[in-house]
Nanobody, 124 residues
Framework: QVQLVESGGGLVQAGGSLRLSCAAS????????VGWFRQAPGKEREFVVA????????GYADSVKGRFTISRDNAENTVALQMNNLKPEDTAVYYC?????????????????WGQGTQVTVAA
């Protein structure tokens, strides 16, 4: 069973950048579709973007298109989320998740494994 751990969150000023990392243990992350989700206070967890086994990206949320980029490093067994031009509305706990199958990647129920999340706070 794969365990996922997110890192890289923190406090940043609007317009700044952060790079989140999702590291896996107990499994090879390249065998999974990996998605990033986020959950702001009082809101539902929402899909951000996913990446396939061969590095194809799937479905950036409109709110992050052009600002966020997902990538994977199979040698390091990690998936990264580069976040640029951050806005206060990007403030949320960010989660990575892994799925053994390519299915509707925007649905939380499509994923088998979840990390504990990392907090991102963007100050105005």
């Amino acid at each position: 069973q794969v365990q996922l751990v997110e890192s890289g969150g923190g406090l940043v000023q609007a317009g700044g950048s952060l790079r989140l990392s999702c590291a896996a243990s107990g499994g090879t992350l390249s065998k999974y579709v990996v998605g990033w989700f986020r959950q702001a206070p009082g809101k539902e967890r929402e899909f951000v973007v996913a990446i396939t086994w061969i590095g194809g990206t799937s479905g950036y949320a409109d709110s992050v298109k052009g600002r966020f980029t997902i990538s994977r490093d199979n040698a390091e067994n990690t998936v990264a989320l580069q976040m640029n031009n951050l806005k206060p509305e990007d403030t949320a706990v960010y989660y990575c998740a892994a799925s053994s199958y390519y299915r509707n990647v925007a649905l939380k129920s499509s994923y088998d494994y979840w990390g504990q999340g990392t907090q991102v706070t963007v100050a105005a």
